[in-house]
């Protein structure tokens, strides 16, 4: 027997190699397909929505719109309507009763001072 009956030649090495790549790519393509959470969704709304929304998806979609810019427009309203902003209540200022009341300010008497600095003489 020869050698080259054993051993694959350069063509042959050259063909598996690209049947490879090809299975590889597939490989890849389908995992990528699987991971794919953003287009998995799409597809799963897109096969659960009624027929006359797939056809016309435009008034559905407009109509949503409208719903929420309603609802939040209600909401809106009614906070402005109650008068606290939202439901916030701003605390009176409370001196606390262990406090230390706050000195006022006691004006020295000029004489006996020396000079502009202030200073007891």
Excluded: F
Aim: charged share 25%; proline share 7%; net charge positive.
């Amino acid at each position: 027997m020869s050698d080259s009956a054993k051993s694959p030649g350069p063509d042959q090495l050259r063909l598996e190699a690209a049947q490879k790549r090809a299975e590889l790519g597939e490989t890849i393509d389908q995992l990528m397909a699987k991971t794919d959470v953003k287009a998995r969704a799409a597809h799963l709304v897109h096969e659960k929505a009624p027929q006359p929304v797939r056809e016309h998806p435009g008034p559905v979609l407009a109509a949503a719109a409208a719903a929420v810019a309603l609802v939040t427009g209600l909401v809106v309203w009614g906070i402005k309507r109650s008068g606290n902003g939202g439901g916030r209540v701003r605390a009176k200022h409370v001196t606390p009763k262990y406090a230390k009341p706050k000195r006022k300010y006691v004006k020295r008497a000029t004489h006996g001072t020396c000079g502009s600095h202030g200073k007891w003489g």
